[in-house]
Structure formats: C-alpha cells, structure tokens
C-alpha cells in the first residue's frame, strides 16, 4: 500500500505544481479596471482651530502728513509718515517691541529714512 501511495503522491504534486504555474501569470496580469474604485468625497479639509489674525491699516492725515499705521492683533507692526511737503522723503518709525519696557527698548519711536523705494 506504501508502494501505492508514494506513486500517487508525487503524480498530484506534480499536476498542482504545473496547474499552478500555468494560472499564476494569468492571475499576476490581471486587468487593474477589476479592482474595486477608491470612493471619492467632496468633504472640505478641516478648518484650521487657529483663527487668522486681525490686520488693521489706519491711515491718518491732515494738511501736511499722512501716516499710515499697521496693527496685526492690536499690536503696531509698521508706522510710515508720508510729508506732503515737496522733496521730503517717507520714512518709518520703529515701533516699540512687544514685552519690552519703553524704557529698555531704545529702538522705539527712532526714524528709518526709506532709500530705496520700488
């Protein structure tokens, strides 16, 4: 019976092996249009829990200047004067820096001459 066995055992390897051999590449090459599509959604990005800031152009003027001031969150960026007197350049104010004491920031309410003006 073990003579009988072994015989039949190989033969079925050896069919299964070459049955599988024969349909691997056919399986492997498959069309891609068979696999199932990626569902598509029209849902927005979630929304950022940071709100943007609050950006605020103040512009005074009056007869011989205009100022114009830049806030972001309330605080002063950028401060440029204008003369309206002819040949007087625009120039900035150095604002004062947050955190700092006005006492300790001496850079604060200096002029910064604009040379270069595009």
């Keep these: 019976m073990n003579a009988l066995f ?6 079925g390897l050896l069919v299964g092996s070459a049955s599988l ?3 691997a590449p056919a399986a492997a090459s ?11 959604t029209d849902t927005p990005a979630p929304a950022s829990k940071v ?3 609050q950006v605020l152009h103040v512009v005074t003027e009056d ?8 806030r ?5 960026q950028r401060i440029t004067v204008h003369p309206k007197i002819p040949g007087m350049p ?3 104010i150095v604002p004062p820096q947050g955190g700092k004491l006005p006492q300790d920031d ?11 003006d595009f």
């Design 63 to 70: 007869d011989n200047v205009r100022i114009e001031e830049l």
């Design 90 to 92: 625009a120039y900035d």
């Design 30 to 40: 498959a069309p891609a249009a068979d696999l199932p599509a990626l569902p598509v």
């Design 72 to 76: 972001v969150r309330g605080l002063t």
């Design 51 to 53: 709100p943007e800031p």
């Design 21 to 23: 051999a024969q349909t």
């Design 6 to 11: 072994l015989p039949t055992l190989l033969a």
């Design 106 to 116: 001496k850079s604060a309410g200096q002029r910064v001459w604009l040379k270069l």
